[in-house]
């Protein structure tokens, strides 16, 4: 069974700060990794996708991706209430299935 | 474009009652997906299209049917309906089978089911 995990949270940082979400999969042949951020009774949006091993930056976001630990991150940086949602890890383990990890909650106090 | 459009936002079932929710995208993409989503739980693949006239189960098939007689629409049929089946589901589009393609999301369906 090829799984997505991530820390259900909730993460809860201060205005300003860097907020880190992680995710591990398990299915070594997966070739693409997205991060979707969901607000409360809405649906998921794209906000980072990444292919190859290092770090991708968008803004105030940054994407890591480590293969051989089977490991991909996010960090918000200067991270604002407006951040405040569940942020979705997802994997692309080949063609067109993905398979969704349950989300971190992020919680940004002001 | 409108996107990936559903309806209805909400509804409420009794047991056993059917219902089918729809699910319209002008995106032209091929392939389209349903999910539901229970609370603090990822999205789960119930069935997927990856065009007219071609369907397949996915994780939670069981209770649902699909049809994809057009590009454009993919409804999802919900025969006698059971409390496990509250959920919220999601409607979504890619335009092909590439695995670097984001997915696009309707705004969901709230089914209660009493």
């Known amino acids: 069974q090829k799984e997505v995990e991530q820390n259900s949270g909730p993460l809860s940082v201060p205005e300003g700060a860097i907020a880190s979400l992680n995710c591990t999969y398990s299915d070594r042949g997966s070739q693409s990794f997205f991060w979707y951020r969901q607000y409360s009774g809405k649906s998921p949006e794209l906000i980072m996708s990444i292919y190859s091993n290092g770090d991708k930056e968008d803004g105030r976001f940054t994407a890591q991706l480590n293969k051989a630990s089977q490991y991909v991150s996010l960090l918000i940086r200067d991270s604002q209430p407006s951040d405040s949602a569940t942020y979705l890890c997802?994997?692309?383990?080949?063609?067109?299935?993905?398979?969704f990890g349950a989300g971190t909650r992020l919680f940004v106090k002001a | 474009n409108a996107g990936v459009t559903q309806t209805p936002k909400f509804r409420i079932l009794k047991i056993g009652q059917s219902m089918t929710l729809q699910c319209t995208q002008d995106?032209?993409?091929?392939?389209m997906y349903w999910y539901r989503q229970d609370p603090g739980m990822g999205l789960k693949l119930i069935y997927y299209s990856v065009g007219a006239g071609i369907t397949d189960k996915g994780e939670v098939p069981n209770g649902y049917n699909v049809s994809r007689s057009t590009t454009e629409d993919f409804p999802l049929r919900l025969e006698l309906a059971a409390p496990s089946q509250t959920s919220v589901y999601f409607c979504a589009s890619i335009l092909d089978g590439s695995s670097y393609n984001e997915q696009f999301f309707g705004p969901g369906t709230r089914l209660t089911v009493l």
């Open positions: 997802a994997v692309n383990t080949g063609g067109f299935k993905t398979i």
């Open positions: 995106m032209n993409h091929n392939y």
